[in-house]
């Protein structure tokens, strides 16, 4: 290598170090930014070329062959995985925690309070069924009990329509993520055609894949020029710069679907738009419809026995109690109310058992006794009480296992993250370090190439001589 190599030396030596110093630079900046991942410059020696030389060349410098951005590929495809399945069991808590706030139990103004008033009462009247105070009771606190029954049929359903709302409104969030990733998508092949890359556009590809994974759970296919392939319930969602977007749909037996751009539904299985979907489509409806078959099974109990008995006159017979519900009309929850015979005047409740025995009070008696009869014909062989207490603690119990779930993958959640932030994170002390590095490596350089310039000016001036 002539004395003039010895320059070039220098020279790459000073670029390396100090692009290794931008490098940490930009490391320091962005210590705080999330989402992002550090960068590291690699370094390489330069190799002489293969020619017959008899000098003893020491190679032509340093170069930096790659700026990495450093990150682990396994820990990052957990976090997404684990958010997506995080997110569906806290929105199925969420769910259950709204349901649990619409029945109100074990508070006093729960459908048990009131269903257990309904029967004290009959109770009440069987032992003095003459009185018209009791009956006047027992007739506010029917009117207590279905008023109620059908306020909380209807916060279920409205909680329904929020959830539905809340789907579609995700649904168009996860288009509008996958949007932006297949613009990072064609950013970055732009970027890889001209032989570049910008780990900057990457970290930003990440955090919206990781954005989308929290709502819809995803299979993500890295390709070999930095950009990403997107599925989602076996359904390609993006690709290159192409989107496939989602739809909303409801009715039909399947109740509230997602569907593809080609109309076909979507099997989703974690993040927060399954969770909706279940709550929609079977959660508050199994709530809906076991209430239901309760308030059937009060109705058709309670009228039975009612139109065998006797009102107040000792004549009157075959009055309903309640009005008979309508089978294919509207939810038995809605239509439950205390029939006209009654409401017009409580002397048509009918407690005797007996012709001319207004004094008698069985009937009453067997209708107070309907709380813990058990039937195999109905709710699923449970008295009235035991079916409204299983449904409650079902419903507690669903309550506290996402909870569980949830709470079992935000740990998992937390640890994956300080594990990859332990590979991706910037620590501060150790980009210091290599800052000082640099820095005395970069006055290194530039004091060597202060001696080969004096070597330089001692050579012309002696060959000047």
């Known amino acids: 290598m002539s004395i003039f190599g010895s320059f070039e030396i220098g020279r790459k030596a000073l670029r ?65 995985n684990t958010s997506s399945n995080k997110e569906y069991w806290d929105t199925r808590y969420e769910t259950y925690l709204g349901a649990e706030a619409i029945f109100m139990e074990p508070e006093d103004f729960g459908i048990s309070k009131y269903l257990g008033d309904f029967f004290d009462t009959w109770q009440e009247l069987s032992a003095s069924p003459e009185e018209s105070a009791v009956r006047a009771g027992l007739r506010e606190t029917a009117i207590s009990l279905t008023r ?27 288009n509008r993520i996958a949007e932006t990733i297949a613009e990072l998508n064609d950013k970055i092949r732009y970027v890889s055609t001209m032989q570049q890359k910008s780990n900057e556009l990457l970290d930003q590809l990440d955090m ?61 299985s974690g993040g927060r738009v399954p969770g909706l979907l279940d709550a929609v489509n079977k959660d508050l409806p199994g709530l809906q419809n076991d209430i239901n078959r309760i308030v059937t099974a009060l109705v058709e109990d309670v009228n039975e026995i009612h139109r065998k008995g006797f009102a107040l006159d000792s004549d009157t017979t075959g009055l309903d109690f309640f009005t008979p519900l ?105 980009e210091m370090l290599n800052m000082v590095q640099y820095q005395q490596s970069w006055q290194a350089a530039a004091r060597y190439l202060s001696y080969v310039d004096q070597m330089l000016t001692v050579l012309f001036t002696e060959l000047g001589r």
């Open 16 to 80: 390396a170090q100090h692009k290794g110093m931008e490098v940490s630079g930009q490391n320091v900046a962005n210590a705080n930014t999330p989402g992002y991942s550090r960068q590291r410059a690699d370094m390489e020696a330069v190799v002489s070329p293969m020619v017959s030389n008899p000098s003893m060349a020491p190679g032509q410098g340093v170069i930096i062959t790659d700026v990495v951005r450093v990150r682990s590929d396994f820990y990052h495809s957990q976090l997404v």
């Open 148 to 174: 109620t029954v059908g306020d909380v049929y209807q916060r279920l359903d409205d909680q329904r329509l929020d959830l539905v709302n809340e789907v579609k409104m995700h649904v168009n969030e996860a």
């Open 208 to 268: 919206a894949v990781e954005d989308l994974a929290r709502l819809i759970d995803i299979r993500v296919h890295d390709k070999s020029n930095g950009t990403v392939e997107i599925f989602s319930g076996g359904r390609l969602l993006v690709q290159e710069e192409r989107t496939f977007p989602l739809s909303v749909e409801a009715g039909g037996s399947d109740g509230l679907q997602v569907l593809s751009s080609r109309g076909l539904p979507v099997q989703l």
């Open 326 to 430: 309508e089978a294919g009309g509207q939810a038995a929850a809605l239509s439950f109310q205390v029939s006209e015979s009654v409401l017009a005047n409580t002397a048509n409740i009918a407690a005797s058992g007996e012709k001319f025995a207004p004094g008698d009070g069985d009937k009453s008696l067997e209708i107070a006794r309907l709380r813990d009869v058990r039937s195999a014909d109905r709710l699923d062989g449970s008295s009235i009480a035991e079916y409204y207490r299983a449904m409650i603690t079902s419903m507690g119990v669903e309550a506290q296992d996402s909870e569980r779930m949830a709470g079992a993958f935000e740990k998992t959640l937390n640890q994956l993250k300080e594990m990859h932030e332990s590979v991706a994170g910037v620590n501060i002390d150790e």
